[in-house]
């Protein structure tokens, strides 16, 4: 595709409910991150994987948070019994190689827990 | 101490004037991006740099890598700039981004 594409744009979701995030990065990028943003924060790591495996879970805040990358493009981020600390802005950024320092944005998805 | 601040954190500006928003970093970085958000949407990458100074349209981006300090300058500024501006670092190249809070930028008319 010609950007990051990510779904649902806004999320709803009840205490307790398990949520799935997804993220299309541009075709043929090797490189895809996750990142959380709270209200009126920077975003921070969660995830990064290159092609299908996972290089780096560091900043996932709880077992909680899965994500995987089962074919090395599309990319989910699963949230499991959701709190509502975890509403947020989930971002996913994809970049065409490993050692590549650029970086290209989707447009998010808001997710806020009720 | 956050790796990356910021400042200022919020800022008015008439349309028409010179904006500068400032990023300070305490580790050693491969690059710095400046980036922009606009609320209830994604993030539009501005500038990627790892020395001197860079130049899109209004916008100017400088960095000194001796003081661990970057610029961002917006020149002639217009209501349509109005948006959180993003500092981030990343520590080896191709590596996760370690952000800045934002600045909240407003242009009035």
């Known amino acids: 595709g010609a950007g990051v594409s990510q779904s649902p744009r806004y999320k709803v979701a009840k205490r307790g409910q398990d949520v799935a995030l997804r993220c299309d990065p541009i075709?043929?990028?090797?490189?895809l991150f996750w990142y959380q943003q709270a209200l009126g924060q920077g975003p921070e790591f969660l995830t990064y994987?290159?092609?299908?495996?996972?290089?780096?879970k560091s900043g996932l805040p709880s077992d909680r948070f899965f994500a995987e990358r089962p074919e090395g493009s599309v990319s989910t981020l699963k949230i499991q019994r959701t709190q509502q600390e975890d509403s947020a802005v989930y971002l996913c950024?994809?970049?065409?190689?490993?050692?590549?320092?650029?970086?290209?944005f989707g447009q998010g998805t808001r997710l806020t827990v009720v | 101490k956050n790796e990356v601040e910021q400042s200022p954190q919020n800022l008015t500006a008439q349309e028409g004037e010179f904006i500068t928003i400032n990023c300070s970093y305490s580790?050693?970085?491969?690059?710095l991006h400046w980036l922009q958000q606009h609320p209830g949407g994604g993030i539009v990458s501005l500038f990627m740099?790892?020395?001197g100074k860079k130049k899109h349209g209004r916008l100017i981006a400088t960095i000194n890598i001796q003081e661990k300090h970057s610029s961002l300058h917006i020149t002639a500024s217009h209501p349509r700039d109005s948006a959180v501006y993003i500092c981030?670092?990343?520590?080896?190249?191709?590596?996760?981004?370690?952000f800045g809070a934002g600045t909240i930028l407003r242009v009035k008319s």
């Open positions: 994987f290159q092609n299908e495996a996972q290089l780096d």
């Open positions: 981030a670092v990343s520590r080896e190249y191709g590596n996760k981004l370690v």
């Open positions: 580790v050693g970085i491969s690059a």
């Open positions: 740099l790892s020395s």
């Open positions: 075709s043929g990028h090797v490189s």
């Open positions: 950024a994809s970049s065409s190689q490993p050692l590549s320092p650029e970086a290209f």
